[in-house]
């Protein structure tokens, strides 16, 4: 699912053009240390949305173990900064050209966050588990309420109201103990991805050009410190807590993006007003249109089509998505709802499916509302709250009517 399109990163210093990375890890204050783990244990975190295929090199910031998972004694032992090449070939792991014959295979550093992947160092362990006899998905084991510290950096701006943050971590807290709870069974609770659940950049990170941001920071420690344990339940269960970045004055019913989001309501949110995307503009060419229309509908579209006008149906019910409407010359139409024809772009500038079509001039003008599917909570709209001076448990009392903000999640 696509949360917020929103991601601020703190910067740090900028590291050294060299094959192992130097480690910026800041002495924390008194007043910025991690949260407590609580009862929750463990989340395993999926570094992909595909699996790796045929090896993976992890990189040590110290000294670092490799277990066959399930056995206590350790099968090799890497030295702080150095490359671990791990290979995954006829089924089998290789790893320091040793031959593994563990199903998943761990690493352990002495000292966390301690391990580098992609350009991403985490916290916690890192497990390989196989996907086929020469794929494999790469695992982030590590405590709950850390792998927290990291998702509200990524899915609200660190300038937001603390208690807008707060409210953001209860839900992000919430959705991910659901998913636990769903994926018991499977070699991972949650992807780190924002497509398909929640934004986890690890500790820190690198970009194209070797600059380092934080993943985390004191501002989302103190969140989720704050708000320990604290979690979004409905009838005694956990609630569903989807969220998006700005949901242009109304929030959009659940089952209009998540099919199990039957108990989440459409709610008037109207403080979210500062959000650039609170009301947008984008022009699009006949070519564009009809080209989003035919990938949108696969093999329904005719071969040829060449929009001669448009429309959007139900474009102010939030409780449906909107349908876009085209006719060619010849009297002929299709319809397509406004988010497959949204996916079907390329471009990007289509920031939500809410937007009324109209012709101007050689092109047509979209004029939108909002940035994402707009269902639950909106983040723009808790700002505004948090600066109204509402508290985080009535901020999402107000966008997950029914739930009840409580104790157990720790």
């Known amino acids: 699912m696509t949360f917020s399109e929103v991601s601020r990163r703190a910067a740090l210093a900028a590291l050294a053009a060299a094959t192992t990375p130097r480690l910026l890890l800041a002495a924390a204050a008194p007043t910025d240390q991690l ?9 395993r975190v999926c570094l992909s949305d595909d699996p790796f295929e045929g090896s993976v090199v992890i990189t040590t910031a110290f000294e670092t173990t490799l277990h066959e998972l399930g056995k206590a004694k350790s099968q090799l032992t890497s030295a702080a900064r150095s490359d671990v090449r791990i290979e995954r070939k006829g089924g089998e792991w290789m790893a320091g050209g040793r ?8 690493l352990r550093p002495a000292t966390s966050p301690g391990l580098w992947v992609n350009d991403r160092f985490y916290r916690g362990s890192l497990r390989l588990v196989p996907f086929d006899n020469r794929r494999f998905w790469v695992v982030n084991v590590l405590p709950f309420e850390h792998y927290l510290c990291s998702v509200i950096d990524g ?6 109201h603390n208690e807008a943050r707060k409210a953001q971590t209860v839900a992000a807290r919430t959705y991910a103990l659901r998913r636990r709870e769903q994926n018991a069974a499977r070699e991972f609770d949650v992807y780190a991805s924002p497509t398909r659940d929640q934004n986890y950049h690890g500790f820190q990170y690198r970009d194209g050009k070797g600059r380092a941001f934080a993943g985390e920071s004191a501002k989302s420690r103190q969140a989720v410190r704050e708000t320990l344990g604290k979690v979004l339940r409905r ?32 709610v008037v949110c109207g403080h979210c007003q500062e959000c650039p995307r609170y009301r947008w503009s984008t022009r699009l060419t006949a070519s564009e249109i009809s080209a989003g229309m035919r990938k949108g509908l696969g093999k329904k579209a005719p071969a040829t089509f060449e929009v001669h006008a448009a429309e959007v149906a139900h474009s102010e019910d939030r409780t449906r998505l909107p349908e876009l409407i085209v006719r060619d010359k010849a009297g002929q139409s299709l319809t397509l709802d406004t988010r497959s ?16 079509v109209e012709k101007e001039g050689d092109r047509w003008r979209l004029d939108g509302i909002g940035h994402g599917h707009g269902v639950g909570l909106c983040q723009w709209g808790a700002n505004g709250f948090g600066k109204a001076g509402k508290a985080f448990d009535e901020i999402l009392r107000h966008y997950y009517p029914g739930a009840d903000v409580v104790d157990g999640g720790a």
Request: glycine share 12%; with cysteine.
């Open 235 to 266: 009838n005694g269960k956990l609630a569903r807590t989807y969220y998006s970045a700005c949901c242009g004055g109304v929030t959009s019913t659940g089952t209009t993006t998540f099919p199990d989001a039957t108990d989440m309501p459409s």
């Open 155 to 160: 899915e609200i701006p660190g300038q937001f």
């Open 341 to 356: 024809f949204r996916s079907g772009l390329p471009r990007t500038d289509l920031f939500s499916v809410w937007f009324s």
């Open 99 to 106: 031959k593994l014959s563990g199903r998943a295979i761990e």
């Open 35 to 43: 949260p407590e783990v609580g009862k929750t244990g463990d989340i």
